[in-house]
């Protein structure tokens, strides 16, 4: 006994499915353009932008896009991040991964590590490049359509 495969869901319905992704209480906004959908942390939402200026991990410059192709049922993807603040760039301005280990050293820091009073700091909000990516690839895995990788 087979069972055919479902078919995978039609560009509108795969628009309309990326666009519900949006709401108030998500970080993210997504946005269709044509063949492309977009994922961007909400820096220009009044209410969102202190909580992600505040947080780490959250770049005003990252975006994530996903080229679409109806006629595959498939799409590509690329995440995009530019800015001075940017940690990818460090490896571009020589940087030494190398290390000395000196016991003298780690001695004394241990020393006062413990002699250091311990206080309550605020929690700090992390935010991930996969909470922009995840959603997106969540809704195209459901809709049947396939991943064909990075383009470039």
């Known amino acids: 006994m087979t069972t055919t495969p479902p078919q995978p869901w039609t560009l509108d319905e795969v628009r309309a499915a990326i666009g519900a992704l949006n709401g ?3 970080s993210v906004v997504f946005t269709i353009d044509g063949d ?5 942390w909400k820096f220009d939402d009044a ?8 947080a ?6 990252f975006s994530y896009v996903v ?5 595959k049922s498939s799409f590509r993807w690329f995440e995009q991040d530019s800015g001075l603040n940017n940690g990818r ?6 940087y030494s991964r190398g290390f000395s280990i000196n016991l003298f050293t780690i001695i004394v820091a241990l020393v006062r590590r413990m002699a250091r009073s311990t206080e309550a700091a605020d929690a700090v909000v992390v935010y991930s490049r996969d909470q922009v990516s ?3 690839l969540d809704v195209l895995s459901r809709a049947g359509w396939k991943n064909r990788g990075v383009t470039i």
């Open 134 to 136: 995840a959603p997106i």
């Open 89 to 94: 760039f460090r490896l571009y301005r020589g």
């Open 24 to 26: 108030p209480r998500t």
């Open 47 to 54: 209410e969102w932008a202190p909580r992600l200026e505040a």
């Open 36 to 40: 492309e959908a977009t994922g961007r």
């Open 56 to 61: 780490h991990g959250a770049s005003r410059n």
């Open 67 to 71: 080229r679409l192709s109806a006629e």
